[in-house]
């Protein structure tokens, strides 16, 4: 550096107060007003910001709540359609024991053609008419019919239907059949026809009041 350049500065008032002038009045203001409202503006943006982060904050918690509420109700929906469901599955079963199995049963419980002992072979062989024989095809097709569905009903009632149904044929192949013999096991199965009709009856009239209720939740 030039010694006489340095020197210059250093003795020349003039010269060294233009190097080192002060900050004026207008510049402490502009500066320290800037630092005020710098951090007014950064307080703002704060307060913005976390006024935004609640309200996505409330946001976020609504959605989880009404998605609660639509599970909860979906649940609901589902619980419904199982119960609705299990108790149709329950009405249709019965409905079909009716309709194939008691409720034949039950129209013809008097119905002589149908319960009665077939008594001796020797009875069918001395028809010239053919109507023995008729009714016979009639009375065995119907419970054929029958054997065919009693897998619907209780245990206990499929008991009776085939003690039943064994001392029938019994008496067609035995000849000076005892009508004794019959009448018991034809009793027996009358008795549980009607009880087992009357059940039925009342367990479907109970499922519709249930379903009612059940589609009205």
Known sequence: MDPNLTYSIFVNPTLNATLHQPETGLDSFLKTNFIGIAQVVTAVALAYLTFELLKATSRYANQVETQ??????????????????????????????????????????????????????????????GEIIKRLYEESAFWQNISQYKYLAPPEFQLLLDNYLEIKIQSFEVMNWEDSKYKEPESALKTAIKQRYNEIVQNISVLDKELEKAREK
């Open 68 to 129: 609660t509420r639509i599970m909860e109700k979906n649940t609901e929906l589902s619980q419904k359609t199982l119960e609705i469901n299990e108790l149709n599955r329950e009405k249709e079963k019965i409905k079909e024991e009716m309709d194939k199995l008691i409720g034949p049963l039950y129209s013809r419980i008097n119905d002589q053609q149908i319960f009665n002992p077939l008594r001796s072979s020797s009875r069918y062989l001395t028809d010239k008419s």
